[in-house]
């Protein structure tokens, strides 16, 4: 299967600041997931980003496909950002998930 | 509209009983799947399915099995529960193409 590393595995930051989430997978895939899992076990798909930028409010993704890789941004972090934040790829029918961010935001 | 429902939310199992884990979707997805999520090993696919009648295997299926009749349901079986199927398990339907996945909330499974 495709490999996926998550990097940081963890972060804690200070309500305000931003960071960056990185995703490298090992393979060419044709769908590319970011989810958050909150502190309460749900997991919400946050982009849909096979390729490309998008936004949606405080949070941003990028996809590189060619060089196998996307990043997630989270500008003015809020304590409702805590909780683990997941990459998923896919080729085929198959989603492969990295080990995931945890993500701490301190007030 | 409930989105994906999963019961039970947690169950106790003794070493080799038998159960069903219940999820139901009311998107009319046709891709349905289970995971497994385990301490440090992020989430792991055990079965999927594409549309009623067809199921394929993930990357554990060992000591699970799964059936599609409907499109809205996907049940999970564990016909001989094992300690090691400790874990929490997660229900997820989407368009296919995996686009609008959508999650349950999650049975936490424990055997003893």
């Known amino acids: 299967g495709i490999q996926v590393e998550q990097s940081p595995p963890d972060l804690i930051l200070q309500e305000g600041a931003n960071s960056t989430l990185r995703c490298n997978f090992s393979?060419?895939?044709?769908?590319l997931q970011w989810f958050h899992q909150n502190p309460w076990g749900q997991l919400i798909n946050l982009f849909y980003?096979?390729?490309g930028t998008k936004q949606n409010g405080r949070l941003s993704a990028t996809t590189v496909a060619t060089e196998r890789y996307s990043l997630l941004y989270i500008s003015s972090s809020q304590t409702t950002d805590s909780g683990v934040y997941f990459c998923?790829?896919?080729?085929?029918?198959?989603?492969?998930f990295g080990t995931g961010t945890s993500l701490t935001v301190i007030p | 509209n409930a989105g994906v429902t999963q019961t039970p939310k947690f169950q106790v199992l003794k070493t080799g009983q038998s159960m069903t884990l219940q999820c139901a979707q009311d998107?009319?997805?046709?891709?349905m799947s289970w995971y497994r999520q385990d301490p440090g090993m992020g989430l792991r696919l055990i079965h999927y399915?594409?549309?009623?009648?067809?199921?394929d295997q993930g990357e554990v299926p060992n000591g699970y099995n799964v059936s599609r009749s409907t499109t809205e349901d996907f049940p999970l079986r564990l016909l001989s529960a094992a300690p090691s199927q400790t874990s929490v398990y997660f229900c997820?339907?989407?368009?296919?193409?995996?686009?609008?996945?959508?999650f349950g909330s999650g049975t936490r499974l424990t055997v003893v």
């Open positions: 997820a339907s989407g368009q296919m193409g995996m686009y609008g996945y959508t």
């Open positions: 393979d060419s895939v044709n769908n």
């Open positions: 980003i096979p390729s």
């Open positions: 998923a790829v896919a080729t085929g029918n198959q989603f492969y």
């Open positions: 998107m009319n997805h046709e891709y």
């Open positions: 399915s594409v549309g009623a009648g067809i199921t």
